[in-house]
């Protein structure tokens, strides 16, 4: 196995081909899939009110 030389360093710390669309994955690793948790918690907890809310109009006046 051989070590890379600094010459092949150098040319692929120019190199900038990548980086748009690495960009668009650390902005979907730090916005986009915190914010489907986010989403999915407050789609529970919609679900549970509106559950609760349901059985509480089918209970019958004394």
Known sequence: MTVPS???????HR?????L???WAMVLV???LPMY???KLC????VAHFQMV???ETIPFP
Request: no cysteine.
């Open 30 to 32: 730090v916005v986009a």
């Open 6 to 12: 600094r010459a092949m360093w150098r040319r692929l």
């Open 54 to 56: 349901s059985f509480m």
């Open 43 to 46: 789609m529970a907890l919609l």
């Open 15 to 19: 190199q900038v081909g990548g980086q």
């Open 21 to 23: 669309t690495l960009e």
């Open 37 to 39: 948790f986010v989403i």
